[in-house]
């Protein structure tokens, strides 16, 4: 099946730093990509949605000011959390979908000290 | 296994025994429906999907029942293995500007050997 990738799979930043996460699709285009944060013991809870090329659509709730996304190319979108707080610790997955099927990356755990 | 507040529900099943879990969905014009295992620490992965225009689909162990009527979807694993043991999540392909996947609460499973 396809692949996607992220990148790092963990990192611990100090508080008021920023971190990027990069997503790749390996082995097929996705023209959608999508970013969901998850929480201990919680459900993955969609963040926004990235076509490439064009600004990302963020849902209710999510700082598009602090969860800057870019989507530059068919294959990379990448999701910097900017000025990062301990309560930004979580499980960022991100998804690439490919005609009609999508698939998930492995997930970065990060945590904010 | 319905999902209530934060907390994951959980079902403990005997190793060769069927499991059975459940999940409802908000979206009546949510148009596909897919059943994701996720191992801790681990991005979802697929297990089977169905179309709404279907009530059962069959894998491998695996069936998926769809009752449009109650928005409710089930999940049901043939002779449950140690390896099962998972959280599963069920998802719903919601129509709108842009297609999304969204997520329902998840259920863990522990199979006791």
């Known amino acids: 099946g396809a692949v996607v990738s992220q990148h790092p799979s963990w990192v611990i930043c100090k508080s008021g730093t920023s971190v990027k996460i990069e997503c790749r699709s390996l082995?097929?285009?996705?023209?959608?990509m999508f970013w969901y944060r998850q929480f201990p013991k919680q459900s993955l809870m969609l963040m926004a949605t990235?076509?490439?090329?064009?600004?990302?659509?963020?849902e209710q709730g999510v700082e598009k000011d602090k969860f800057l996304i870019n989507h530059a190319s068919l294959t990379l979108s990448t999701l910097t959390v900017t000025s990062a707080h301990p309560e930004d610790s979580s499980f960022y997955i991100c998804?690439?979908?490919?005609?009609?099927?999508?698939?998930f990356g492995p997930g970065t755990r990060l945590t904010v000290t | 296994g319905e999902s209530v507040g934060l907390h994951l529900p959980t079902l403990s099943v005997q190793e060769g025994d069927n499991s059975i879990i459940n999940c409802a969905y908000s979206?009546?014009?949510?148009?596909?429906f897919i059943w994701y295992k996720q191992e801790s620490g681990k991005g979802p992965q697929f297990i089977i999907d169905?179309?709404?225009?279907?009530d059962k689909r069959q894998g491998q162990r695996v069936t998926v029942l769809l009752n449009k009527t109650v928005k409710h979807l089930s999940l049901q694993i043939a002779a449950t293995q140690p390896g099962d043991s998972a959280v599963y999540f069920c998802?719903?392909?919601?129509?709108?500007?842009?297609?999304?996947?969204?997520f329902g609460k998840g259920t863990k499973l522990t199979v006791n050997p």
């Open positions: 169905i179309r709404s225009n279907m």
């Open positions: 082995d097929f285009q996705a023209t959608t």
């Open positions: 998802a719903e392909n919601i129509q709108g500007g842009s297609e999304k996947l969204v």
């Open positions: 990235s076509n490439e090329g064009s600004k990302a659509t963020y």
């Open positions: 979206n009546s014009a949510s148009d596909y």
């Open positions: 998804s690439a979908r490919s005609s009609r099927e999508q698939y």
